[in-house]
């Protein structure tokens, strides 16, 4: 709480006690599960409640403006139907603004709201579950400069494999066979929240940690 006194010419002062939001906001991890892996796919985890995210055309540029990294088709990739963000709702068969393809379609969505593991949260603690920031879909949509300076509103995405030799999980990037990190914003449609166990709450301190360190 913040003190302080408020003195007009005339006036009798009063003095009362603010609480001023945080500089540094409280910073949560989604912790990566061990016994969920699934080789070659991303390590995702699902948002509540269980609703779509339209990508509109906005929202499309937004998400390739966030990974100059990759060629327009790897982009494309990345929305593929059976790739974890997008199943049955992404490409083709929706209308592609980037490469302008499918142009008579639908617009394609998040099939659910998702993160992944290793992705950095922030938001209120409500009970037993975190209720997070985003990028909230029913607003203006964000610039990438805006976004990218934000590490709670994109996560990397990332996969977790079975590793024979080490026997433990082992997580890499997800590299869609092109070799390059994939960059996802996290977009809500409507408040969502998380399970506040399955989050680790960081020490804003220190160093975020890697999105590959275990746990």
Request: aromatic share 10%.
């Amino acid at each position: 709480m913040t003190a302080f006194t408020l003195a007009v010419e005339g006036q009798k002062p009063v003095s009362g006690a603010l609480e001023l939001p945080s500089a540094s906001p409280r910073i949560w991890r989604v912790n990566h599960d061990k016994t969920s892996w699934r080789a070659n796919l991303p390590e995702v985890f699902r948002l509540d409640p269980d609703l779509h995210v339209i990508l509109t055309e906005p929202l499309q540029r937004l998400w390739r403006g966030m990974n100059p990294q990759l060629t327009d088709d790897q982009w494309r990739r990345c929305l593929g139907n059976t790739l974890a963000f997008t199943n049955g709702t992404g490409f083709p068969g929706r209308h592609d603004y980037i490469n302008n393809m499918d142009v008579t379609e639908k617009d394609p969505a998040f099939d659910q709201m998702r993160v992944c593991g290793g992705a950095f949260l922030t938001g209120t603690p409500s009970g037993s579950r975190l209720l997070i920031d985003a990028i909230d879909t029913r607003k203006p949509i964000p610039s990438v400069e805006y976004v990218m300076a934000r590490r709670f509103l994109w996560f990397e995405a990332v996969n977790v494999d079975w590793s024979v030799e080490l026997r433990s999980i082992v997580i890499r990037p997800f590299k869609g066979g092109w070799g390059k990190p994939v960059y996802v914003p996290v977009l809500t449609s409507t408040d969502a929240s998380y399970p506040l166990e399955l989050l680790t709450e960081m020490d804003t301190s220190q160093p975020l940690p890697s999105v590959y360190q275990y746990p």
